[in-house]
């Protein structure tokens, strides 16, 4: 539709608009803050800067063609219809941005914007695994491929393709697009890449926990945007989705907390920061379809079990402690985005589904759909069992997705450049990377001593080795 044959919708344009910025934030300063005080000193700048550069290509890569791989109807690919959007370059035609999103009385520009920061924070999450040691050139090569080549994929297979209209899966904001997406695919590169250095995976202190919890705290608040954006409307769904995204990460929060105090004897700042992320990336699939009792529940598993895996089962397999997963990102976006995604298709609720959702047969949760439902036309929907195994068949869909494209594309990279730093660059840290240091504040980056003994050399007591974390 051109963009003088309709008139959008004001109000939810403006909360669009809003949302997409709130989101973009979680990234830009947020992870960029986050990551760059959650890491020992010498990687402040290469960590924080993965981030950065990775927003900055995401939306180049999104306007060019991505955004097309990921919603553009495929009508004419016949070998691939249901997996993967037809690039046409619309993202960068005025008329087309212009005009309306059909799905939703939006602009397009709207839609291009709010679905590029989606696309952004997940290349962003995969970084939280590999900082530390992989080859910022590596990095600068892996983040336009596996976008193109892994998360369109999964967006629009979920979003628009095969699992949106063939094989409905309750997928509300992300839970499996970018979270499961970002903790299987920040596993498998870490596996590629290599481990950090010895000294390194020892003693990881962060340099500065107070700005670890300001840039957490923008990640938490800016999921207002996250799932109250996921609508794509200003409606009753958002208001409920960002109250249940809040009530299940306060809860997820509480919860971790409390077992660290139980196991370990004091509650940790960096635990309670975990299961702040573990809640947030829980009720993501399902934040507008269950109700906020549900969300409760959501929140207390996602600060149980992910802890458990992270703090007891990892421990326990030697190829899961091989793999040098530096902010543990498999458990806290990959195992609580598999958690959230099917405890979605156990909570979400029949009247909460059919306000969200034009399909048929509508999606129905487990607890309330035993056996088949009948919507208010007579019709059958889906049964609450058959729900569940197409959130199963889902995630295994994402979870093999990204072990095969994040393999191939990390074997193609090492052909080019190095995956991993060399041990020498290892060991200096940015100013072998960048040829910069987060804290020199001295002229021409002379860092100052606060002691006559090198600090790196000689740890203080107080120094431990930090959860893993994000």
Not at 252 to 280: N, Y
Not at 312 to 326: A, M, N, P
Not at 395 to 407: E, G, H, K, M, P
Request: include cysteine; charged fraction near 10%.
């Amino acid at each position: 539709m051109s963009a003088d044959d309709w008139e959008p919708n004001h109000g939810d344009n403006a909360w669009q608009l809003t949302a997409a910025t709130i989101v973009g934030m979680q990234s830009v300063p947020g992870l960029v803050i986050l990551y760059g005080s959650v890491v020992k000193k010498k990687w402040a700048i290469n960590s924080a800067f993965m981030a950065l550069y990775a927003f900055a290509v995401v939306l180049v890569m999104w306007a060019l063609f991505a955004y097309d791989l990921s919603f553009n109807p495929n009508t004419k690919n016949v070998l691939i219809p249901e997996f993967w959007g037809r690039p046409e370059f619309l993202a960068m035609g005025q008329k087309e941005l212009l005009g309306q999103w059909e799905p939703a009385g939006l602009p397009s520009a709207t839609n291009v914007f709010f679905q590029f920061v989606f696309a952004a924070i997940t290349l962003i999450l995969i970084a939280g695994s590999l900082l530390g040691r992989m080859n910022f050139q590596a990095w600068m090569l892996f983040v336009p491929l596996w976008l193109t080549f892994s998360y369109s994929i999964g967006a629009y297979a979920l979003w628009t393709g095969f699992f949106h209209t063939k094989f409905i899966t309750v997928d509300f904001a992300g839970g499996y697009v970018i979270h499961l997406s970002s903790g299987i695919a920040g596993f498998t590169a870490a596996y590629w890449v290599g481990p950090r250095s010895t000294k390194d995976r020892e003693k990881f202190p962060p340099n500065n926990v107070l700005l670890m919890l300001a840039g957490a705290g923008m990640l938490w608040l800016g999921w207002s945007g996250f799932n109250g954006g996921a609508p794509l409307a200003a409606n009753q769904i958002a208001s409920l989705a960002v109250l249940n995204t809040h009530i299940c990460t306060a809860t997820s929060l509480i919860t971790w907390m409390c077992l660290d105090m139980i196991v370990f004897g004091k509650p940790s700042v960096i635990g309670a920061v975990q299961g702040m992320i573990t809640g947030l990336v829980c009720i993501t699939p399902g934040a507008g379809v269950v109700q906020a009792w549900a969300a409760m529940v959501m929140g207390l598993l996602s600060g149980s079990i992910p802890w458990t895996t992270m703090m007891i089962i990892h421990k326990r397999f030697s190829f899961l402690r091989k793999v040098d997963d530096t902010l543990g990102m498999l458990h806290t976006h990959g195992v609580a985005g598999l958690l959230g995604g099917i405890l979605s298709g156990v909570f979400a609720h029949p009247t909460l589904c059919k306000i969200l959702y034009t399909v048929d047969p509508l999606p129905i949760g487990l607890i309330y759909g035993p056996r088949h439902y009948v919507n208010d036309k007579g019709q059958w929907t889906r049964s609450g069992p058959k729900q569940l195994g197409m959130q199963i068949s889902a995630a295994l869909f994402i979870i093999v997705l990204n072990v095969v494209v994040t393999s191939i594309i990390c074997l193609v990279i090492q052909i080019i450049v190095p995956l991993r730093m060399s041990d020498e660059a290892l060991d200096i840290g940015d100013d072998a990377a960048h040829g910069e240091e987060a804290y020199a504040i001295w002229g021409d980056g002379e860092a100052l001593k606060t002691s006559k003994f090198e600090l790196e050399d000689i740890p203080s007591k107080s120094q431990g080795t930090p959860s893993k974390m994000v």
